[in-house]
């Protein structure tokens, strides 16, 4: 399965944070490789790693251009916590995006 997504997005991904390809392969258990050469993102594994590993993608690229909101639904391998906006900046690290 290939996902191709638009040139923002994905080097946002690598430059904001290098090491988020290989962290989200870790936790879906998902093997990615991304060609930033034509912005498509491959995304290897059974079912349920692809539709995991595509939905943390989708939330990483959501979080550079706005707020992310998940529904608690929204699978059961979500946590939810509610986190007040002085301390967003220990959560999403020192050079994480954020908007008010």
Known sequence: MSHVASPPPVSSILRV???AEEKIAR???ADLDLFEH???LEIRGTEDERNRAKKYV???MAQRVGPVH???DDGEDLTTIMVPSEAVGFVTGSQALTHP
């Open 17 to 19: 944070n290098p090491h």
């Open 27 to 29: 936790v879906s258990g």
């Open 38 to 40: 034509s912005l498509t």
């Open 58 to 60: 989708e939330c990483v």
């Open 70 to 72: 998940i529904e608690e």
